[in-house]
């Protein structure tokens, strides 16, 4: 029995469809009580801000977020009793919204992108609240250090990870797990991911598009941007159309963002694959043992990608992405 429900927070690492010659597996994130791997960071900076005494239960916090964060602190305030206030773009989807106020929150809609949620958020943090600030908060990438990097680094097992596929948004997910990565397997090739018509890091100009999560439109604070090696841009329609893929073909519902880093973690697998050699399948729940013949070498010589799967398809299904 678990002290409470963020005591669930975790996730499996899944192995997905791959090239020949090497292994592409996902965290899938969505398993996290809130749905979505910014459970993590939002208990991490709540916990934070309650050691060094900036919050006690009872304050209101004020918080800007294209939405996942929102849910994420929505259920850790739910569960530690601190009202809060979320400061959201109006086009980010419905399921968003009806599950903030579905656990407690307020929620406050700007026209605008995230710069102007966020300056929403700073005029309420003037008035009172204690704003935890996603970007520059060092809890958040220390969450994905000691959380997701970490059950990584063991649900590998005896495999090197040769590649960390990761959008990118706060740069948490990317900075927290990457350094830990890359302290466990040092020539880890670290890949960051962006949407195409947005992409600051490839071409230091902010564009619009439609990605929720992914491609803040500035730089943020908590990108170490000295681990990333390369960086890749996705197009919208076809982060959605490896969505569809993803659900009606491995059974796998995600939103757009991870649509983007599945399509670029199997780049990087048919770029990385040693043909000649045949990776052994991970035994799953229809076959109890690894085949007993592999003409291709050790398993854990086959090459390996890693990437996230931030939250589920439920949440984009009012957007019509999987219609
Ligand atoms: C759906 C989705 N994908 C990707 C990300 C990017 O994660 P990070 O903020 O850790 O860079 C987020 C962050 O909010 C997200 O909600």
């Known amino acids: 029995m678990k002290g409470s429900i963020l005591d669930t927070i975790g996730s499996p690492l899944v192995q997905v469809d791959s090239p020949d010659g090497a292994t592409v597996a996902a965290k899938v994130e969505s398993f996290n009580p809130g749905g979505s791997a910014k459970d993590r960071p939002a208990q991490a900076m709540v916990r934070a801000a309650e050691r060094e005494g900036v919050l006690e239960p ?147 100009e902010a564009g619009e598009d439609g990605f929720q999560g992914m491609g803040p439109g500035f730089v943020s604070e908590n990108l170490d941007v000295d681990l990333i090696d390369s960086v890749e841009t996705v197009r919208l329609e076809d982060a959605e159309a490896e969505c569809r893929r993803l659900a009606r073909e491995e059974g796998v519902l995600v939103g757009q963002s991870s649509g983007a880093t599945s399509i670029v973690a199997r780049r990087v697998a048919e770029r990385i694959a040693d043909p000649d050699r045949e990776c052994p399948a991970v035994p799953d729940a229809f076959e109890a043992a690894p085949p007993a013949e592999s003409d291709g070498g050790e398993v854990d010589d086959c090459p390996l990608v890693v990437t996230v799967f931030w939250d589920s398809g439920e949440r984009y299904l009012s957007t019509g992405l999987f219609d």
């Open 58 to 204: 009872g304050d209101r916090i004020v918080e800007p977020t294209s939405g996942n964060t929102g849910i994420g602190l929505a259920l850790v305030c739910a569960a530690r009793d601190y009202d809060l206030t979320i400061v959201m773009p109006a086009s980010k989807s419905e399921e968003r919204r009806r599950i903030m106020r579905a656990y407690g929150a307020d929620l406050e809609l700007v026209d605008g992108d995230m710069e102007t949620a966020r300056a929403r958020a700073d005029e309420l943090e003037a008035e009172g609240a204690v704003q935890l600030g996603q970007f520059e908060n060092p809890a958040n990438p220390e969450a994905h250090y000691r959380t997701t990097g970490e059950e990584i680094v063991e649900q590998v097992g005896d495999r090197e990870v040769d590649a960390f596929v990761a959008g990118v948004g706060t740069g948490g997910t990317l900075s927290g797990v990457g350094r830990r990565l890359r302290e466990e397997f040092p020539d880890v090739e670290i890949v960051a991911v962006e949407p195409a018509r947005n992409a600051v890091l490839s071409t230091g």
